[in-house]
């Protein structure tokens, strides 16, 4: 394996991500000029993004399938021409139903793609490397979302809807050019693909990714950490810092910058934090939990506006969210076998994805409800009423808790059965701190030893 071409294959990769970040959260930008364009209510805008994860959602098991079976070069490539499709349709919808659509070619053309991007890095990385490159990956796709909410937005408020959205559709036919000509599935000299398996032997391995706790672990991790930024980012976020929070259009774009770079700066840490304590992961999650958690109630709870230095502790939260949901991947990774990663990597995917669409959704119909029996005062982006919907988010942050730490149990069993034993948190810092303790005891003995 050579590592220059190593990494020429992940950047391709990676460029092909970033365009599909893009295209995913370029909706939650313009959900202000859809409300106009379409004359929608707040329901019917949020359902132009809850259908479009629900069929990213629902193809993540399928696309790990057909990774595994046709690789990441072909489902890539597919994936840019599926987004870049449904922006030209976007462009030219002047209703629901063929906006909807539009968002429905997306939201197929991105399930195809980051899958298929994290399958590449266990084949052309060394083991070691990989959860940092795994990170790294995230953190580099969530460049997209900077393009969304700044040369798109300034275009879709100086050129108009059907100049911006174009442009995205242009972005998707270069993708599909770099990656036919560049990238590749398998390092030179690697074992070629299995053959095409049957239908019963694809539902085998399905089942086997789905019986081993760790791709479960990996999935409750993804679900409950990633769900809450992707509410922000693709779809309420937009409406609740302008129309409730009273913030201009450059301070609400400087505010997700800050989401874009706080991921990125981020997301390295988390990777080095996997590779050296990999028996943490589930406590790292955890206690992101808490902090997003904590900083959505401290917003939605303070009387009147919250100040902006709040606003940006929120956006931090909810960016660290993003990397965060990573480490979900890499239980997928460990606890199974390279044939199956795809397939697990697609089951693990599914989680913050299916939380982000039902609690988008939900947020619509509370907001759709509190106007319509009157308590919105007529405001149907006011404060008080997001302030209740929103609050929906803290329901699938317990859920998730809940199912995390039931899921860790098993994996820890299943390790301990195979003569792994992880110490409690709070005993291994103990021991930690104990051997710190020691060592320096050590030192100063060897010091006074050597002392004439």
């Known amino acids: 394996m050579n590592a220059p071409r190593a990494w020429l294959i992940w950047t391709i990769g990676v460029l092909a991500y970033l365009v599909a970040v893009a295209q995913r959260t370029s909706f939650g930008v313009s959900g202000l000029e859809a409300t106009e364009r379409f004359h929608a209510s707040a329901a019917a805008i949020s359902f132009f993004t809850v259908l479009q994860l629900l069929v990213y959602a629902g193809l993540q098991i399928p696309v790990g399938l057909l990774v595994d079976r046709f690789g990441s070069r072909a489902m890539i490539a597919s994936g840019a021409v599926l987004m870049g499709l449904g922006q030209l349709q976007l462009a030219y919808a002047d209703a629901v139903p063929a906006g909807v659509l539009g968002r429905v070619l997306v939201g197929a053309g991105d399930a195809m793609t980051f899958v298929s991007v994290i399958r590449l890095v266990p084949i052309w990385f060394a083991p070691a490397r990989v959860p940092l490159v795994t990170q790294l990956t995230g953190m580099s796709g969530q460049l997209g979302q900077l393009i969304s909410v700044v040369p798109f937005a300034l275009v879709l408020h100086s050129a108009g809807w059907n100049t911006a959205f174009l442009a995205l559709s242009s972005l ?73 929070q009273g913030l201009n259009a450059a301070t609400v774009s400087a505010l997700m910058g800050l989401f874009v770079v706080t991921s990125i700066l981020v997301g390295p840490l988390f990777g080095t934090f996997v590779a050296r304590h990999p028996m943490r992961r589930s406590a790292m999650v955890l206690l992101i939990t808490a902090a997003i958690a904590l900083a959505w109630a401290a917003v939605l709870l303070l009387p009147g506006k919250a100040p902006l230095w709040l606003l940006a502790l929120l956006v931090i939260a909810l960016a660290i969210g993003g990397p965060g949901s990573m480490i979900g991947f890499d239980f997928a990774r460990t606890f199974n076998p390279s044939h199956r990663i795809g397939t697990a990597t697609g089951i693990v995917n599914v989680g913050g994805f299916v939380a982000a669409l039902l609690t988008i959704y939900l947020v619509g119909v509370i907001l759709d409800v509190l106007h319509t029996s009157g308590f919105s005062g007529g405001e149907l ?70 002392t004439p």
């Open 172 to 244: 998707s036919a270069l993708a599909v050019v770099l990656v036919l000509a560049l990238l590749r599935d398998v390092p030179p000299g690697h074992p070629p693909r299995e053959s095409g398996q049957g239908l019963r032997a694809t539902g085998v391995t399905l089942a086997r990714a789905w019986k081993q706790p760790g791709t479960r672990l990996g999935l409750w991790c993804h679900f409950t950490v990633q769900f809450s930024g992707n509410v922000f980012a693709m779809s309420w976020g937009y409406p609740f810092l302008v129309s409730a």
């Open 381 to 450: 982006y006011g404060l008080a009423p997001f302030r209740i919907a929103l609050s929906v988010q803290f329901l699938f942050l317990l859920v998730g808790t809940v199912l995390i730490l039931m899921s860790r149990r098993k994996v820890r069993r299943q390790m301990a059965a195979q003569g792994v034993h992880v110490p409690p948190l709070l005993v291994s810092l103990a021991n930690q701190r104990r051997r710190r303790v020691e060592l320096r005891r050590e030192r100063l003995a060897k010091q006074k030893s050597s």
